[in-house]
């Protein structure tokens, strides 16, 4: 079992960036696949972001492509994501998830472990 621990979050204007972590214990992370995830309130949970076990094949949703950037070193058992140019509709709890599935999904049923989130908030 693998325990998943997301840091990084805050209060950052319109246009500014933020880098969230998401540090594993327990297992190794080039185990999984791993997604990041977003919930607004009111909103259901929502993909932002997938990297295969390898990083060679990543995924972004329509509305983060080009601005966010998702990344992970096996070697220290951590995914990233970069995310620029933020907007107040970024708002939400951010996640990130792992899932051992062999396919690529993105449905939030699909992953097996997810960490405590972290909240981001952009002000505008």
């Known amino acids: 079992q693998v325990q998943l621990a997301e840091s990084g979050g805050g209060l950052v204007q319109a246009g500014g960036s933020l880098r969230l972590s998401c540090a594993a214990s327990?297992?190794?992370?080039?185990?999984?696949?791993m997604g990041w995830f977003r919930q607004a309130p009111g909103m259901e949970r929502e993909i932002v972001a997938r990297i295969s076990r390898s990083g060679s094949s990543l995924f972004y949703a329509d509305s983060v492509k080009g601005r966010f950037t998702i990344s992970r070193d096996n070697a220290k058992n951590t995914v990233y994501l970069q995310m620029n140019s933020l907007k107040p509709e970024d708002t939400a709890v951010y996640y990130c998830a792992a899932t051992s599935s062999s396919g690529y999904y993105s449905t939030p049923g699909a992953y097996d472990y997810w960490g405590q989130g972290t909240q981001v908030t952009v002000s505008s």
């Open positions: 327990g297992r190794s992370l080039s185990m999984y696949v």
